[in-house]
Nanobody
Framework: QVQLVESGGGLVQAGGSLKLSCAAS????????MGWYRQALGKQRELVAT???????NYADSVKGRFTISRDNAKKMVYLQMNSLKPAYTAVYYC?????????????????WGQGTLVTVSS
């Protein structure tokens, strides 16, 4: 199977920075798009940023200019550099990947989620 493990969350003051990392492991044939989502308490999970296998990026309007998503295909990792953090960004951040796994039927697409990492921004 495929696993995603996030790291880098924590407590930071408003205006500060954090860098989240997500490592993919398991029987991965390929990884297509990867991304970060977040879920604040009492709210629905929302997209933060995505990146394709060739580096094309997409950001939520609320984080444009503050967050940068990047990936290292060789290491099967995706990162989220978060700058100028605001208390409104407090949430559990989840890593997501569209992975292809090799089975007896060929390559099968699988959407995988990490367990999440908590980011708390204090005012």
């Amino acid at each position: 199977q495929v696993q995603l493990v996030e790291s880098g969350g924590g407590l930071v003051q408003a205006g500060g920075s954090l860098k989240l990392s997500c490592a993919a492991s398991g029987s991965i044939f390929r990884i297509n798009a990867m991304g970060w989502y977040r879920q604040a308490l009492g709210k629905q999970r929302e997209l933060v940023a995505t990146i394709t296998s060739v580096g094309m990026t997409n950001y939520a309007d609320s984080v444009k200019g503050r967050f940068t998503i990047s990936r290292d295909n060789a290491k099967k990792m995706v990162y989220l550099q978060m700058n100028s953090l605001k208390p409104a960004y407090t949430a559990v951040y989840y890593c997501n990947a569209d992975a292809g796994i090799l089975t007896s039927l060929g390559v099968t697409s699988l959407e995988v989620w990490g367990q999440g990492t908590l980011v708390t921004v204090s005012s």
